[in-house]
C-alpha cells in the first residue's frame, strides 16, 4: 500500500511542473545586444593591442603598456555603458566574458604585432 501512495505522490508531483513561456523577442533582443557589446570589446582589444605594440616600439618599458593596457580593459564596461543604453541587460557573466574577451584579444594582438615587428628588441 505504501508503494501506491509514493508512486501517486510522484505523478502529481510530476503533473503540477509545467516549463515557463519561454520569450524569443526577449531572447533574440539580448542575444543582439551581446553581439553588439563583442563587437566594441573587439574593436577596442585591437585598437588597444596597436597602442601597446606602438609604445614597445617606441622603447618604453614593457610594464608600461602592461599597465595602461590593464586600467583601459578595466574601464572599457564604462565605455561600452555610454554607447549602449541597454547594457543594463547584461548579467555578470557577461560581463566577465567581455572582459576576457577583450583581455586575451588585446594580449594576442600585442604579442603577434611585436613578433612581425622588425622593430623587435
Known sequence: MAKKVRRKLEEEEAAAFEFPVFDESAFV???????????LAGILAVVLGVISWAMSV???????????GLV????????IRRLRTRSSLYTKGDWAGLLALEFFTWLAIWFVLLNLSPHAF
Open 58 to 68: 617606441a622603447g618604453l618599458n614593457g610594464w608600461v603598456p602592461f599597465s595602461i
Open 72 to 79: 583601459l580593459i578595466a574601464v572599457s564596461p564604462l565605455v
Open 29 to 39: 533582443s539580448k542575444e543582439f545586444e551581446m553581439t553588439f557589446a563583442l563587437g
